[in-house]
């Protein structure tokens, strides 16, 4: 595997000019203090300077650093989320999402570059303060224009660009303005010298101004621009003056170069400032090609304001953006038009027509090749940052009808997409807050399809199910998609929670849809959902012929994301059969297709399973790969389920190969974790792994392991195992080892009542205990096994008749 990168830091535009000193104090602070924030009016280059220093900074930061921009957010709850986008961090079922972020960052010496927080100083500061004390290695640095003021901030006032001296030339802002006007094409002799002195001083050495004046030397001389900017200081004698004087200077340089664009280009940069952040040509013309400007004009009107400076591109111009600076400036000017309401409502009504194309594609129709469905759904990430601005205007404006429309189609934010459920969960829930009334039934239907399907992930089962049934009774027969998908979801909620009769009814519900209407993707996924409960009822003949199905509808279909699920169920039907090969084989087979669509989350999980495969089989060396790096993802994307998962495996790797203390140490290390989110640490496993432990090494060896383990990192302990670091030497178990003895006489008295396919209650009812009492053993017995259902359990028990004698 290569490694992953270190930093996100992204290629600098141009040439950076002066400001060696400050580097070289704004380097040495960070390294002195936990937060260092830049501070100073916008424009003076806080942004350009912090990314130079950090850059400078990668070599003392081993974990790396990481730039989190914050100017296209526009509400605090929404700081954390970015935070750990950039990161990788997923958030966890269960847990606040800054945990889950110090989770991962607690052991690392990183360095976060907080960038543009002044309108959302006080999350930011909350968010900062509870980083830098939970997390001793991380350090912070910010930009703002005005200080987060937290205990651990140091305050450095960005300074402007040295000004030169009566007859010098030589100083940083006279240097960056040649240089600009270079690029900008145009050579100046000395003769112009003595006006890009006059210039720069009149513009305070502020280097967004004097960016701005070089990019006008293809039009004007120095000295014709110096007039102007002169003259344009007179129009602020009112209203202005009030306003620090480099905040004057810097509005001066930017209205003066808006008032010099042609009506066009005044139109088309304020209707820019509507996007979130980066955009395309298709985009602008849809949105903000409106009268007086026609879509025709727009490339022109574009590749114009890319000339004066005033919208930044990438090499190809395939992607525009705005200084921030800037973009507050057209934000200012749209408002003054009267146009921000309609702009705003037009670019919701736009991201809901493309998010609907897109997931269309995607998902629903028939015969593309995968090509065409992974490029909607690559175009479909790209918007999410302008479809969150988008689902904020909606709510701010209450359309909650066009806000939950574009809830409705946005895999970008899924799962499937690489993302999680809880943010689309989130906008649902604050859009139908709002109210209903004058949203039609279909659309509150589907959107509580989504708020289902994030209520299963949140273990929420009774509620997740009460509302795919209120979906289901307000989708119309017509929408077969998401009427088979609210059955499958239906089907995996209803296991969880052991009714498998009613499991198969939606099953065969949904698959009937499915085959009705030709939908591959849903054919797939029902004929799963069979396989699912035939294999939870121990009928792995049937299970298998549905996941065989199953495995050949999703590659009708061709996206990966179903392809990879049908091939990790007929995986889970290989390991019940006890033919661990076929089970491993099936389990790779879906990884490259996860790698694909960046499911880090189910990608993990897969890793982990093949990993415990592979030990099972004494593939020690496999097991070890996969599991390490399952481990490493549960690492960066901060899942702490994930990480206890994998030391779980690790444990189970160690033992079999004859270490049992590491087999101690990861286990405990994977109990401390999972009672710190709040989830059972199977003490019943782990009774039995220390007795087996206290017999081969001793009741004061075991009770030190155990103590080792339980104040370990999970890095550590992971690390124990992984680097084949031996304390005694190892003696691996037999290839098929006799298991029984790891379970309870009472757990295997209810192993042997799950081959006669009795439920909770009948198993209950036979041994004069409680259905709860029963749960608990079977989740037991799942986890010494390492099994997943019950009709592993059966199969087992079913092989080995005297286990229970």
């Not at 009149?202 to 120095?222: F, K, N, Q, V, Y």
């Not at 004066?308 to 111009?317: A, I, Q, Y």
């Not at 057209?330 to 009267?338: I, K, S, V």
Request: proline share 4%; hydrophobic share 45%; with cysteine.
């Amino acid at each position: 595997m290569p490694d992953s990168p270190r930093h996100n830091l992204p290629a600098e535009p141009n040439r950076f000019v002066g400001r060696e000193r400050d580097l070289d104090d704004l380097r040495g602070l960070v390294g002195e203090a936990r937060v260092v924030t830049l501070c100073g009016v916008g424009g003076i280059g806080k942004t350009r300077l912090a990314l130079r220093a950090a850059a400078g900074l990668m070599a003392s930061y081993p974990d790396g650093v990481w730039l989190v921009e914050l100017a296209r957010i526009s509400r605090p709850e929404l700081v954390e989320q970015e935070i750990a986008r950039v990161l990788g961090v997923r958030e966890e079922s269960g847990s606040p999402l800054l945990d889950t972020i110090t989770a991962r960052l607690r052991d690392l010496r990183c360095l976060l570059l907080l960038d543009n927080c002044e309108h959302l100083v006080d999350r930011c500061a909350q968010v900062a303060a509870a980083m830098v004390a939970a997390c001793p290695l991380l350090s912070i640095l910010a930009t703002s224009r005005e200080p987060l003021r937290i205990a651990s901030e140091l305050i450095w006032r960005v300074p402007p660009l040295d000004l030169p001296e009566a007859g010098a030339c030589d100083a940083e802002s006279v240097q960056l303005f040649m240089d600009r006007a270079a690029a900008a094409g145009t050579r100046l002799g000395a003769d112009s010298l003595p006006d890009v002195v006059r210039l720069c001083r009149a513009l305070d050495g502020l280097p967004l101004a004097i960016e701005l004046a070089a990019a006008r030397t293809s039009l004007l001389s120095p000295g014709q621009i110096a007039d102007r900017i002169d003259d344009r200081f007179s129009l602020l004698t009112t209203g202005g003056r009030t306003a620090p004087a480099r905040q004057r200077t810097l509005l001066a340089a930017v209205e003066w170069s808006y008032d010099l664009l042609s009506a066009g280009e005044q139109v088309l940069l304020r209707r820019l400032s509507v996007f979130a952040g980066a955009f395309d040509l298709d985009l602008a013309e849809q949105i903000c090609a409106e009268r007086p400007i026609s879509e025709a004009e727009i490339v022109d009107l574009l590749g114009g304001l890319v000339d004066k400076s005033l919208v930044l591109c990438d090499e190809g111009r395939r992607r525009y953006w705005l200084l921030e600076t800037i973009k507050r400036y057209a934000l200012g000017r749209l408002e003054q038009a009267d146009e921000r309401e309609a702009l705003r409502e037009l670019h919701l009504g736009v991201l809901c027509q493309l998010q609907e194309r897109h997931f269309m594609t995607e998902m629903v129709e028939p015969g593309l090749p995968w090509s065409r469905r992974l490029e909607a759904l690559t175009m479909s990430k790209s918007l999410v940052d302008d479809q969150r601005i988008a689902l904020d205007w909606a709510a701010e404006s209450g359309n909650a009808q066009l806000g939950l429309r574009l809830c409705a189609f946005s895999t970008g934010l899924m799962p499937i997409g690489g993302g999680g459920l809880m943010e689309i969960v989130g906008w649902v829930e604050r859009l139908l807050v709002l109210g209903a009334a004058d949203v039609p039934a279909e659309q509150i239907a589907q959107a509580k399809a989504y708020l289902a399907y994030g209520l299963e992930a949140r273990d929420e089962l009774s509620r997740s199910l009460e509302t795919a049934r209120e979906s289901l009774a307000g989708l119309p027969e017509q929408n077969v998609f998401t009427r088979c998908v609210m059955h499958s979801l239906m089907v995996v909620v209803l296991l969880r929670m052991g009714r498998a009769d009613d499991a198969l009814h939606h099953a065969e519900q949904g698959l009937r849809l499915a085959t009705g209407s030709g939908d591959a993707w849903n054919q797939a996924a029902g004929l799963a959902g069979l396989s699912a409960v035939a294999l939870t009822r121990g009928r792995l003949r049937e299970a298998q012929r549905h996941g065989e199905e199953a495995l050949a509808r999703a590659r009708e279909h061709g996206h990966r994301w179903i392809m990879a699920r049908t091939a990790a169920q007929l995986g889970g039907v290989a390991e019940a059969r006890g033919d661990l090969v076929t089970a491993k084989a099936q389990y790779e087979t879906a990884v490259p297709w996860l790698r694909e669509l960046g499911s880090d989350l189910e990608l993990g999980r897969c890793l982990a399973r093949i990993g415990r495969v592979a030990a099972m089989l004494h593939e020690f060396g496999t097991a070890r790969q996969w599991l390490a790096e399952s481990f490493a993802l549960g690492r960066q994307t901060g899942q702490r389920q994930g990480v206890a998962r994998c030391l779980v495996g690790l444990s189970v790797l160690a033992e079999y190969e004859g270490d049992l203390e590491g087999a101690v140490l990861a286990a405990a290390a994977a109990a401390t974790l999972r009672e710190s989110i709040g989830q059972h640490s199977a003490t019943i496993r782990i009774e039995e792994l220390l007795g087996r432990a206290r017999t081969k090494l001793g009741e004061g060896r075991t009770a030190s392991l155990w103590s080792s383990g339980r104040a370990m990192s999970p890095d550590a302990a992971a690390r124990h195992v992984l680097e084949g670091e031996r304390l005694t030497p190892k003696t691996p178990v037999p290839a098929e080892p006799v298991r029984h003895s790891l379970l309870t006489a009472r757990e295997q008295e209810i192993a042997a009542l799950l081959t006669r396919g009795l439920s909770n209650r009948a198993i209950a009812e036979e041994l004069v205990i409680s259905p709860a009492t029963v749960a608990r053993h079977i989740a037991n017995i799942m986890e010494k096994l390492g099994y997943t259902s019950r009709a592993q359990i059966a199969v087992w028990a079913a092989e080995r008749p005297n286990a229970s004698a």
